[in-house]
């Protein structure tokens, strides 16, 4: 099994800055991909950034350029640098982690609210 503990959201006003942190710990393996998810009131859980315990990233769309993943690898911690906040990016934030060797698996955190508003 592995835990998730997730830290850094809260209120910002549009334009702000946080910084997610999300730690992994149990029976972690070596080759994995770690990152986060985000579901915004109503909506369905949609991906947001992940890293590759080999550093290979992924982003959305809609935060490309505004958000960075960066992490992971031996401290199996991941961060979520989020800069030129909207109030589109209100939602709970979740961090996941996914074993890549078979059995592939996956885990999700218990999320963190990010509101962003005025």
């Known amino acids: 099994q592995v835990q998730l503990a997730e830290s850094g959201g809260g209120l910002v006003q549009p334009g702000g800055s946080l910084r997610l942190s999300c730690a992994a710990s149990?029976?972690?393996?070596?080759?994995?991909?770690m990152g986060w998810y985000r579901q915004p009131p109503g909506k369905e859980r949609e991906l947001v950034a992940t890293?590759?315990?080999?550093?290979?990233?992924n982003y959305a769309d809609s935060v490309k350029g505004r958000f960075t993943i960066s992490g992971g690898n031996a401290e199996n911690t991941v961060y979520l640098q989020m800069n030129s906040l909207k109030p589109e990016d209100t939602a709970i934030y979740y961090c996941?982690?996914?074993?890549?060797?078979?059995?592939?698996?996956?885990?999700w955190g218990p999320g963190t609210q990010v509101t962003v508003s005025s």
């Open positions: 890293i590759t315990s080999g550093g290979l990233t």
């Open positions: 996941s982690y996914t074993v890549l060797v078979t059995p592939v698996r996956g885990y």
């Open positions: 149990g029976s972690i393996s070596s080759i994995n991909r």
